[in-house]
């Protein structure tokens, strides 16, 4: 499932039953936004710190801080202290 921001964008797609897969070919910023951020998770590096610091007023990049700030839930911090 893809997430899309409600704002004015154009996407293209093969068909309505493959809109995952579908590439923003106009506006749609915060989007755009969004899937670089989806792709700097899951490089698993630096790239998500690069990723705020390059749109630091971004709504996204806030989303992103305050999610990357929320304390680990209990049960996985049992489970990364065992590892």
């Excluded at 899951?42 to 709504?59: G, H, Q, V």
Aim: hydrophobic share 40%.
């Amino acid at each position: 499932m893809r997430g899309i921001i409600l704002e004015n964008l154009n996407l293209e797609a093969e068909s309505l039953d493959k809109m995952s897969v579908s590439i923003v070919i106009a506006g749609g910023t915060l989007t755009k936004q969004k899937d670089a951020l989806h792709k700097a998770y899951l490089a698993k590096n630096k790239e998500m710190i690069r990723f705020i610091k390059t749109y630091p007023d971004s709504p996204v990049s806030f989303d992103a801080v305050s999610q990357i700030s929320q304390p680990v839930p209990i049960l996985q911090r049992d489970r990364l202290e065992s590892l």
